[in-house]
Structure formats: C-alpha cells, structure tokens
C-alpha cells in the first residue's frame, strides 16, 4: 500500500495505528486540531490491561518502552464510606496485569515512535465527503482540504467529524458527570487527603455521590467528583467562578469526613466539569467503502476503565489488518469491523446497572461486595 493511511485525530487510538502500519512499512498522515503536543492536558492515569491495551503495545513493539513509563505501586486500590473508614484495601503486589502509566507520557512514547512530520498539528477537521470509489474529501477548518484516495480512519473521540460519513447516531448525556481538580505536593500540604487516597486509587462512595482520587507521580493527586445529576443541575453553577462551583459541589459532601472534602475544597486548580456522553450499546454501521472508526468515534461509552485500552487495541488491530491485506483496503477493514463491534458492545453492556452498584441506596457496600468477590480477598475490617 503506497498510498498513505489517512487518520483524523492523534489521540491514543490514532497513533497507535499509525504505530502499526509504521511497524509494517505502511505509511500513515494524521490529522490533529491541536496546535502541538502540549497545546492543552492530557489528563491523568490509566490502567493498561494485560489483556488489551498492553496486546496493542507488544502490537507496536514498544514494550520495553512502555515498560519504563509503569508507575509502581499505583495498583492499589482502596474502597473508603462517608466517614472515611477503609472498607476495602488492596496493595499492589505487581502480579494486577494493569500497571498505571501516565497519559501524556504513553501519548509521547507512541509519537516519538513515528516518523517526523507523520502527525500534521493544527489541521481542525470540520467535515468529509465522500467521492465515490471509496475516495474522500476532508476539509478543515481553515478552509483547506485534502483528498483521501486509500484508507480514511476517523479516530477523533465523542464528537468524530468522520462518523457521520458511516453513521447518524449521536451520542447522549448518560446521566452522570465528572467535576475534576488536582492537588500538588499532597504528602507535605494535605497530608490527611493524601493518607485516605494512599498509594493508587481510592473510592469514596455513598448514595447519590462519589469522590474517587488517583495518586499520580510524585505526590500529586487526581480527584474526580462523581455526581448523577442533569445537565441543568451543572449548567446552574458557574464554572468561571472557581470558589463558588467549589462551594457548590462541596455542598453535595456535607457531612463526610474532612480529609475526604479536602480532595475538593483544597484543590489547588479549579474545577473542571466533565459531562459523559455515550452511543447506543450496539452502535455499529453497514460497511462503507474506504472509511471506519476507532475508539470513541466508534463506541463510545461512560467511563469503565476500558475506553482508551479498546481505542488502543482498535488501532492495532486495523493496523494489523491493513498490513495483512495490503492490496484489499476493504477485505481489511470488514475484517476489522467484525472483531470491533462484538467487542465494544460487549464491554459496553457490562456497564449496564453500574450506575446502582455505584450510587444506589446500598452504596458503598455493594460495591466493595464487588470488589472483595472480583480480587478474591475479605472486606476490610
């Protein structure tokens, strides 16, 4: 295949495949909004599992580099109630199969694995036609243009500008939103904070409510704010003012332990709103010559801890594919369609309920119940 792979989006999915067809001697042009590398966060820490993401990184033989970017101890987990009370706590012992890297850092392994000039930044893509022939126009936001005449593989999140081209579904609010905040130097200045959360992840959950934390490098802490409420309720609380929307959402945690408030109220950034959106469970589409989708441009679900390890191992799989079939565009990606969609919608119907396990009247118990029954170890005492 002389013709590069053309991708939009050069999120993990993206370059992973763009790491694949590297590997494989396929060329590939991604097309990215950012202006950079750095142009804005890429947000805090994920688990790579041993059974998907880490396949699509042995898939791009970058183990040994991936390996360097694992962040020891961050596997252990621990379940707190209200009152701050361990209700469940597991050490990492290094046998979890989800060692925790950094997204920003497993992000620059896989660009610095390409070719310069593979990724082209600033290049915002406001739509794409199809031509005819399994050929497509995508056109950006500064009015220019380009005319993909082999693959088109949009891997450009909830909110793809190449979905439309395969799919009219859209995605909608799941009911739940994230409100995000980091606190630094958190062993030295929230010392109490820092010893709830300990050495990885730590869950805080009761009916109606949560406050998750993550330990990332060095001794900064990740919050997330759990809240199921409409879109109104957060439209009501004014972001731009960062100590009334603290205020606010500290409101929604009269009552529990300081050191677990203190993850929201002593936030030393402001908070962040994250609404979650998701497609229907079997979103898949009739096959469309020359263009297919890879991670939340294709599935996307509520946070479950499997989004980028799915957006990882589509990569590398559609890149395998292309690389297997390298004279038959479309015998690779009807190959690749129908192991994606099986799969997706799989790990989208296990989330099904997940939002009574987690906020229902019985929580946190149910949820610690699910977690001593899934790591084979009693509830803490």
């Known amino acids: 295949m002389r013709t590069p792979v053309t991708i ?16 494989h001697g396929i060329p590939a042009t991604v097309y990215e909004a950012e202006a950079s590398p750095m142009a804005r966060s890429q947000g805090g820490m994920l688990d790579i599992h041993d059974y998907n993401g880490q396949l699509a990184v042995r898939a791009a033989d970058l183990m040994d580099e991936f390996r360097g970017l694992v962040l020891e101890g961050r596997q252990a987990m621990r379940a707190l109630d209200r009152e701050g009370t361990v209700l469940f706590d597991k050490a990492d012992d290094g046998t979890g199969g989800r060692p925790e890297v950094q997204r920003a850092e497993l992000r620059q392994m896989l660009l610095d694995s390409l070719p310069d000039g593979t990724v082209r930044w600033g290049h915002k893509v406001s739509g794409a ?8 126009e995508v056109t950006f936001a500064d009015g220019g243009s380009a005319v993909v005449t082999s693959a088109l593989v949009g891997a450009d999140g909830a909110w793809s500008r190449i979905r439309p081209l395969l799919s009219a ?15 630094y130097d958190a062993d030295t200045r929230h010392p109490a904070a820092a010893k709830a959360v300990g050495g990885g992840s730590m869950m805080a959950h009761a009916p109606g409510r949560a406050i998750h934390a993550h330990r990332e490098s060095g001794d900064t802490l990740h919050t997330y704010v759990l809240l199921p409420r409409p879109r109104d309720w957060f439209a009501a609380i004014d972001f731009t003012d960062a100590a009334a929307a603290t205020a606010r959402i500290a409101r929604e945690f009269d009552g529990w332990a300081p050191e677990l408030t203190a993850l929201v109220t002593d936030g030393d950034t402001p908070l962040v709103l994250r609404p979650h959106y998701a497609l229907p469970i079997d979103h898949r589409w009739d096959r469309v010559p020359g263009v297919t989708l890879v991670g939340d441009a294709a599935h996307l ?5 499997e989004g980028a390890n799915l957006a990882m191992l589509d ?5 395998t594919a292309l690389a297997a ?22 790990v989208a119907a296990e989330g099904i309920g997940s939002d009574e396990l987690m906020f229902g009247d019985d929580a946190p118990h ?8 899934f790591f084979g170890q009693e509830q803490a005492q």
């Open 8 to 23: 939009v989006g050069a999120g993990l999915g993206g370059l992973t495949l763009a790491r694949v067809l590297h590997v």
């Open 129 to 136: 036609r199809a031509l005819g022939e399994g050929r497509h």
């Open 169 to 183: 579904a859209v995605p909608e609010y799941t009911g739940v939103s994230f409100v995000e905040t980091y606190l």
């Open 301 to 305: 679900t509520a946070p479950n801890g």
């Open 315 to 319: 990569g590398a799989e559609l890149g």
């Open 325 to 346: 079939h390298p004279d038959d565009v479309e015998a690779a990606l009807a190959e690749y369609e129908r192991a994606m969609f099986p799969r997706s919608a799989e």
């Open 366 to 373: 149910n949820l610690v119940g699910m977690f001593s029954e």
